[in-house]
């Protein structure tokens, strides 16, 4: 247990048994406790394999691989269909937890093993995904902001792609391409600071 992590614990609220549950058989399974993203990650050696978060109705075990687990007993879940390599697997109370803690051990370790063989998820390519025309009208005017976009991470990239596409009426694209042109110019992310 890292004490760094316990105000997690201790400020969890509506799944706070859930989540004491959770720790203690993640914990059992040898994987190194941090905080990150202001929640509990578990990983092995540097690499990140499970992750716990809440929310309102329910609360979740991430893998973050979990696209490359079997899955056998069909109980992963992929958050939104944007998400390409994690998967959860969701509780809405902490008996369903305790009855599932063999079968939550095992997908644990199988996350390791895919992290031991060095597996990785095939992700698709930003051009995969869909420029919305006001945000391409906008790239094709300034060549400033077409190098900015063009120079992110892929991950960035689709972060804005999604967000942007995500609007159904094009004055809402148009006006969340606006707000976001000077964070793409400075090379930052969505939800950078």
């Not at 696209?67 to 008996?95: P, Y």
């Not at 992700?123 to 919305?132: E, Y």
Request: charged share 30%; glycine share 6%; proline share 3%.
């Amino acid at each position: 247990m890292n004490p760094k992590v316990d105000w997690f614990f201790s400020k969890a609220g509506k799944w706070q048994k859930e989540f004491v549950q959770l720790r203690t058989i993640i914990l059992d399974c040898d994987l190194i406790e941090e905080l990150k993203w202001g929640q509990p990650c578990y990983r092995f050696e540097k690499s990140n394999i499970v992750l716990m978060h809440g929310f309102k109705e329910y609360c979740a075990l991430l893998f973050f691989k979990g696209a490359l687990l079997k899955d056998a007993k069909g109980i992963l879940v992929q958050q939104t269909k944007n998400v390409q390599a994690a998967r959860q697997i969701r509780f809405t109370n902490v008996r369903e937890i305790v009855k599932m803690k063999a079968t939550l051990k095992k997908y644990i370790y199988e996350a390791i093993e895919v992290e031991e063989a060095g597996l990785k998820v095939i992700l698709k390519k930003t051009m995969a995904f869909a420029i919305p025309e006001e945000f391409q009208n906008k790239l094709d005017k300034s060549p400033a902001l077409k190098t900015a976009f063009e120079g992110l991470t892929p991950g960035r990239q689709r972060g804005y792609l999604l967000y942007f596409s995500t609007a159904k009426q094009s004055k809402t694209r148009e006006a969340r391409v606006e707000k976001y042109t000077k964070q793409i110019l400075k090379g930052k992310g969505l939800e950078d600071e």
